[in-house]
């Protein structure tokens, strides 16, 4: 009999089957669809293709059949790039064939891949290798509809997804096949996805990617684990703590698998201070009209945060795999074979595909590296969120590169060769776009995109936070606070911070209750300054005016690099390693007391960039689109899910 483990693994894994089944019910007439068997590389097998129906109607599935679509004429569409009104309807193209469901669905596989989307009919075969998700779910959803999918995946309905789709466009569906393709349910893989703390703003649901209120970052050194920022590529898994299993393996190893109580009784525990960061932490910057970013999320500023991580360290397991790593360290061995560490986690997609990355090995064994398998987050178990039962831990890293609901250790001479090693994450030049580039990949030149792993100089404007209107009654200073960090363990040396958009600058006192040593500086300085008002602004709230101030910061580090002031030297289209100056938009009302403090409209005031969304940020994608207006079933409570803490330890 299969543990609870093995069939929460497969639940997931075997969704597609699903999807199968229903549309297969709905769209009767439709051909069945024979799929080519899928290597092990690309992680897909059909074999269990049975025994996922018989799942799926023990649990009731069949009988949720989604009923047809209400009929909506096509509305005339005006392809403003990131349109405010209905920005995912196709326009009517009268030009193009009307095609039968029955010739789409024979479209199914590498050599020929169509998809229909709300009456529009598209050919993205050219595309196999240029989804930044990986090629298993675009055969996954080849020869079907994209919207049940969209459903879930929401951050395809922004607009500019569906006009870059456009100019592959070869057809039309009739007004019957447009309502009876889309009429089949794609399984929710995050329904068992924990509750979140409703002051982690997400910028996608599914998977969840969360950023918190920066104003609060400020509030304590280490982040509070249910403000701690969420970067999830997919589904939280379900762990039981007495079923989770370490596999350590690779070049030059004795293949060992280890328990949890096995780390914890094997092994010294350590404790490192490190600040995390998304690699692509303000993506949204990048994100506009001319220049636009076609990987989600599209974070605003928040992916960072700061705890004090437990575990064991990664070079001792390492070691007792027989690994020389003190001769590895010292360079007295260098096997030619053992170049890369790589991580593969329990999370897994609808194809069965896990998660993974990779670090250098030169890492890993470095004894001043601090690299851990961590089991605790600020004092506590791993919240579900962050990785319980046991993440990797690569101080100075990009977040991407630290494995959460780890499963297996591969010492290897190559990189991970999953999608977010190779793919996501990439430094491109800014003469590189998606559209004619990324999307035909591989692009040229992938020599001069480098993979993301130790991250540039970085400091945000937490308070006042951004879009503010704050008490100016007899003021005549403001208090202006942050926090600062550097990848690769570089100190942060000064902060400067300005009140004027950057023409007048004056140093930051600098906050960090902790010791850290050279090149090891992993969490974050916090910053403070009370700057005195010009006369100038005195004078205008004497006079009962208004005043907008631009808050801004720039931090130095060990090596004296300074955050770049503009982002266009640097644009990419990944939309990672981004830290030009953030501006922070505030107005002092001088008919409000000092303490007095408020957002005004939107919280973000959609970004300082210019990014646009048809409605507040924190609900762009999830609420936006009229044909999917409701909270996703997004799960809020305060704290978030602290079930982690009744665990019992093993």
């Known amino acids: 009999m299969l543990s609870r483990q093995a069939l929460r693994r497969l639940r997931p894994a075997l969704s597609r089957a699903g999807n199968r089944a229903f549309a297969s019910q709905a769209n009767q007439h439709q051909q069945s669809h024979n799929k080519k068997d899928f290597n092990s590389n690309d992680g897909k097998t059909f074999a269990a293709y049975a025994g996922a129906l018989m799942g799926l109607v023990a649990a009731g599935a069949s009988a949720a059949l989604m009923e047809a679509s209400t009929s909506t004429a096509l509305k005339p569409h005006s392809r403003d790039p990131i349109a405010l009104e209905d920005p995912n309807t196709p326009p009517p193209r009268p030009d193009l064939p009307t095609i039968p469901l029955e010739e789409i669905a024979e479209h199914c596989d590498e050599d020929s891949l169509w998809y229909t989307f709300r009456g529009a009919v598209y050919d993205l075969t050219f595309f196999i290798n240029g989804h930044p998700g990986g090629t298993p779910r675009l055969l996954m959803a080849a020869g079907q509809d994209l919207e049940p999918y969209w459903e879930v995946y929401r ?38 996805d924990p509750y979140r703390d409703p002051n982690l703003l997400p910028c996608t649901k599914k998977p969840f990617c969360g950023e918190p209120r920066i104003d609060l970052l400020t509030n304590d050194y280490y982040t509070p684990n249910e403000l701690f920022y969420v970067r999830n590529h997919l589904a939280v898994p379900e762990i039981e703590p007495e079923e ?81 790593v ?15 560490v790589q991580f593969e986690g329990y999370d897994i997609d609808e194809t069965g595909l896990c998660y993974g990355g990779s670090i250098p090995i030169d890492k890993a064994v470095d004894p001043l590296g601090d690299c851990l398998f961590a089991f605790e987050m600020n004092g506590d178990p791993l919240p579900r969120d962050h990785g319980y039962p046991v993440r990797a831990i690569a101080p100075g890293h990009a977040g991407a590169r630290q494995c959460k609901w780890l499963h297996k250790v591969i010492v290897s001479d190559k990189e991970s060769q999953k999608s977010w090693q190779q793919k996501s994450y990439r430094g491109f030049a800014p003469n590189i776009n998606f559209e004619e580039d990324l999307s035909h990949w591989p692009p040229p030149r992938l020599d001069q995109a480098p993979i993301v792993q130790e ?32 990848g690769g363990g570089r100190k942060i040396e000064r902060v400067d911070v300005s009140i004027d958009g950057g023409k007048n600058w004056q140093a930051a006192e600098l906050y960090k209750p902790i010791e850290q040593r050279r090149n090891r500086h992993w969490a974050w300085t916090q910053f403070s300054q009370t700057i005195a008002l010009p006369d100038d602004i005195k004078d205008r709230l004497r006079r009962g005016e208004q005043v907008e101030l631009n808050i801004v910061s720039k931090a130095m580090n060990s090596d004296f690099n300074v955050q770049p002031e503009r982002m266009e030297p640097y644009w990419n289209a990944r939309g990672v390693c981004i830290n030009h100056w953030y501006h922070v938009s505030t107005t002092m009302d001088p008919n409000k007391d000092k303490d007095y403090i408020r957002h005004e409209g939107q919280e973000w005031g959609n970004t300082p960039s210019g990014g646009r969304f048809p409605k507040a940020w924190g609900d762009h994608g999830w609420t936006s689109d009229p044909k999917h207006a409701d909270d996703a079933n997004f799960k809020l409570k305060e704290g978030g899910d602290t079930y982690h803490k009744e665990q019992k330890s093993y």
């Open 326 to 340: 003190d001769g590895m360290a010292m360079g007295t061995t260098n096997p030619p074979n053992i170049k890369h």
């Open 455 to 486: 991250m540039p100089v970085q400091s945000l404007v937490c308070n006042p936070p951004q879009n503010s209107l704050i008490g100016g009654k007899s003021a005549t200073d403001i208090t202006v606070k942050g926090v600062a960090w550097s």
């Open 155 to 192: 951050q395809h309905l922004r607009g500019h997804v569906v006009d870059w789709m456009e100019k592959y466009r070869i057809g039309n569906l009739s007004d019957e096949d447009t309502k009876q393709a889309r009429n089949f349910m794609h399984g929710d893989m995050f329904e068992s």
């Open 244 to 324: 989770y299993v370490l596999i350590v393996k690779g070049k030059g190893l004795k293949k060992h698998k280890f328990t949890l109580h096995d780390l914890k009784t094997k092994f010294p525990k350590y404790e490192v201070s490190t600040t995390l960061q998304c690699a692509g932490n303000r993506r949204e910057d990048m994100h506009d009209k001319n220049h636009k970013i076609y990987i989600a999320p599209h974070w605003v500023v928040g992916a960072m945060s700061c705890a004090k991580w437990g575990g064991v360290r990664m070079r001792d397991v390492l070691k007792y795999c027989g690994m020389d």
